[in-house]
């Protein structure tokens, strides 16, 4: 059975994926040439502006052969090839480890506080 794929969407490609039983869409891949400022203004935005949702929660999230793997504050989701989906929400510690071993982040001791903040934030 299929989990993803790509259809026609205006001129370029929309992503799809099924989430909990439903084609979702992801990403919109647009065939127009991009030039540096346009990159520039993005980054500046997600990293900087204060609305950036980036700047407001922990979002981390990685692929592999074996499970996709997505962190949002301390709520961690497996989906495997398969379709199979796991969720859990972490403690400070949990949050500590999976953010060592699963996305190689190494945790700087001046992380600590704001993990036992998400931790305590989404028991």
Aim: no cysteine; glycine share 6%; net charge neutral.
């Amino acid at each position: 059975m299929r989990r993803s794929g790509f259809i026609p969407f205006g001129q370029g490609l929309l992503l799809q994926a099924t989430l909990e039983g439903r084609w979702q869409p992801l990403y919109d891949i647009s065939p127009e040439p991009q030039i540096p400022i346009d990159y520039e203004l993005a980054n500046w935005f997600t990293s900087k502006h204060p609305a950036s949702h980036f700047r407001q929660i922990l979002m981390v999230a990685k692929t592999t052969p074996a499970a996709r793997f997505n962190l949002l504050d301390n709520r961690l989701t497996i989906r495997a090839p398969d379709g199979k989906l796991e969720r859990g929400t972490l403690d400070a510690g949990a949050l500590e480890a999976v953010l060592g071993e699963v996305f190689a982040l190494a945790v700087e001791p001046d992380w600590r506080p704001l993990i036992a903040r998400l931790a305590a934030a989404h028991p």
